[in-house]
T-cell receptor, first 115, second 115 residues
Framework: NAGVTQTPKFQVLKTGQSMTLQCAQD?????MYWYRQDPGMGLRLIYY???????DKGEVPNGYNVSRLNKREFSLRLESAAPSQTSVYFC??????????????FGPGTRLLVL | KQEVTQIPAALSVPEGENLVLNCSFT??????LQWFRQDPGKGLTSLLL?????REQTSGRLNASLDKSSGRSTLYIAASQPGDSATYLC??????????????FGKGTKLTVNP
């Protein structure tokens, strides 16, 4: 049982390049999330998916797109990377729903540097 | 807009001391409040979840309390150990954001326990 896995662990991009961050969970959770963590800003929600086939914007969605490929996988895509997207990206999953209160389980993070 | 504040931003204590971490939030309309631990370079690990109808939760040497009306929570750590050194994050699930699955995080308190 690996929990939540993320790839890659670290990535360096040049401004304007694109990339996809991958996330997978093996806990059969319905909900999945992408956050970014910046010094002095805390964790901020980028996008989340309440179930397979659905996605919704979080607090800071601009410059990102997501795909909920199936129940296990939730990817985050940067179409044209900017230095402001330099951050640590965390994926999380949860059984939480509109009416069910459960905690979130986090992956180890992807450290992204945009030059 | 819900805001979560954690004071102090950093705390250093000698081993064996009992300590309290504080969290405040601006809107008392929440589904739950959660405490997480983050080790350097790692993802978040859930410690305790307190539902809005509850006053406290306990796990081992950890005790978290919730006073929803005043918008405050405390995390009490008994008999601190060097292994408790980490950043502790508080998060609330605001009712205004729909279901209970979304979280708003504080910026964390970095705890150092000195041997």
């Amino acid at each position: 049982n690996a929990g939540v896995t993320q790839t890659p662990k670290f990535q360096v991009l040049k401004t304007g390049q694109s990339m996809t961050l991958q996330c997978a969970q093996d806990m059969n959770h319905n909900s999945m999330y992408w956050y970014r963590q910046d010094p002095g800003m805390g964790l901020r929600l980028i996008y989340y998916s309440a179930s397979e086939g659905t996605t919704d914007k979080g607090e800071v969605p601009n410059g990102y797109n997501v795909s909920r490929l199936n129940k296990r996988e939730f990817s985050l895509r940067l179409e044209s990377a900017a230095p402001s997207q330099t951050s640590v990206y965390f994926c999380a999953s949860s059984e939480a729903s509109w009416f069910l209160q459960e905690t979130q389980y986090f992956g180890p993070g992807t450290r992204l540097l945009v030059l | 807009k819900q805001e979560v504040t954690q004071i102090p931003a950093a705390l250093s204590v000698p081993e064996g001391e009992n300590l309290v971490l504080n969290c405040s939030f601006t809107d008392s309309a929440i589904y739950n409040l959660q405490w997480f631990r983050q080790d350097p370079g790692k993802g978040l690990t859930s410690l305790l979840l307190i539902q809005s109808s509850q006053r406290e939760q306990t796990s081992g040497r950890l005790n978290a309390s919730l006073d929803k009306s005043s918008g405050r929570s405390t995390l009490y750590i008994a008999a601190s150990q060097p292994g408790d050194s980490a950043t502790y994050l508080c998060a609330v699930s605001p009712v205004t954001q729909g279901g209970s699955e979304k979280l708003v995080f504080g910026k964390g308190t970095k705890l150092t326990v000195n041997p």
